[in-house]
């Protein structure tokens, strides 16, 4: 996704095959944090439609506080 435009490369936009998610702790990943992360990056396309700059939300801890407000 382009960081100001919200849009996947052409390559991308009608499925991208195969992914992989891993944890740096080797952790397991559960599936409510593989769809946080598919809302997450909902969220970020949501922001960029409202012409606002998403940079700041590219970051873990930013993840982590919008992650732990869908409580």
């Given amino acids: 996704m382009a960081p100001t435009t919200g849009i996947?490369?052409?390559?991308?936009?009608?499925?991208?095959?195969?992914?992989?998610?891993?944890?740096?702790?080797?952790?397991?990943?559960?599936?409510?944090?593989?769809?946080?992360?598919?809302?997450?990056?909902?969220?970020?396309r949501d922001y960029i439609e409202k012409g606002a700059s998403p940079n700041q939300l590219f970051s873990r801890e930013r993840f982590e506080q919008w992650f732990e407000g869908l409580d």
């Avoid at 390559?11 to 998610?21: E, H, K």
């Avoid at 944890?23 to 593989?34: A, G, M, V």
């Fill in 8 to 44: 996947a490369p052409p390559n991308c936009q009608s499925g991208i095959g195969t992914v992989i998610l891993a944890r740096k702790d080797k952790k397991n990943i559960t599936p409510t944090h593989c769809e946080g992360i598919w809302m997450y990056c909902d969220y970020i």
